[in-house]
Every structure is written in structure tokens, then in C-alpha cells.
Nanobody, 122 residues
Framework: QVQLVESGGGLVQAGGSLRLSCVASGRTFSTYRMGWFRQAPGKEREFVAAISWGGITYYADSPKGRFTISRDNAKNMVYLQMNSLKPEDTAVYYC????????????????WGQGTQVTVSS
């Protein structure tokens, strides 16, 4: 059974930084991309970033230049370093794993984590 477990969320002031982590288990992920989505209150879930097994990265426009995604294949982990956080980054952040097709990750990846709350105060 595949499991994705996120950690690292919390409350931070605007301009601050947080690092999210996600550990995946239950299968081999060598043919999958790993990444992050987020959902703010009253809004649809949106793609944030993804990374391939080989390290190719994909970013949505909003966090580009502020967020950095990385991956440790040996540990089946993906990270999201978030710098220069803004109040509009406040959301539940979800780790996701999906097929390496097209760009980034599909709207409905194969696997989801339970989410971790990130709150940025102004």
C-alpha cells in the first residue's frame, strides 16, 4: 500500500521560510514524478512544483523563484524549500506522486498525502 507522509508545515511571518518534506513508501517510484499541490480556503487545489526521478523540475508561475523542489531517490523523499513566503501562500500543501507524462503532474496524480498546513501571517 502506497503511503505519502508530509511534514514541516507551520506558522511563519511574511518573508520567512519553511521546508516541507514528504516520505513515500509502498512501491518503487523510479518511473514517477513527485511533487506538491496546495489548496487555500475556498479555492481549488493547484499545482505548485514537481520533480522527475532524474531531477527535472517543474514550477507553477506563482512560486517560481521563491520555492525550490528537490528529491532524494534513495530515501523516496521529496522536499519543498519555500522562501520569501507571502500571505497568499497560506494553504494546505499536499505531496503527490504521478506518472512522468506531459508537463509537471496531472490534476489527479496517482497518490496523495494527507496534507500539511502552511500559514503565513502578514
Amino acid at each position: 500500500q502506497v503511503q505519502l507522509v508530509e511534514s514541516g508545515g507551520g506558522l511563519v511571518q511574511a518573508g520567512g521560510s519553511l521546508r516541507l518534506s514528504c516520505v513515500a513508501s509502498g512501491r518503487t517510484f523510479s518511473t514517477y514524478r513527485m511533487g506538491w499541490f496546495r489548496q487555500a480556503p475556498g479555492k481549488e487545489r493547484e499545482f505548485v512544483a514537481a520533480i522527475s526521478w532524474g531531477g527535472i523540475t517543474y514550477y507553477a508561475d506563482s512560486p517560481k523563484g521563491r520555492f525550490t523542489i528537490s528529491r532524494d531517490n534513495a530515501k523516496n523523499m521529496v522536499y519543498l524549500q519555500m522562501n520569501s513566503l507571502k500571505p497568499e501562500d497560506t494553504a494546505v500543501y499536499y505531496c503527490a506522486v504521478g506518472p512522468a507524462v506531459g508537463w509537471g503532474l496531472p490534476k489527479n496524480p496517482d497518490y496523495w498525502g494527507q496534507g500539511t498546513q502552511v500559514t503565513v501571517s502578514s
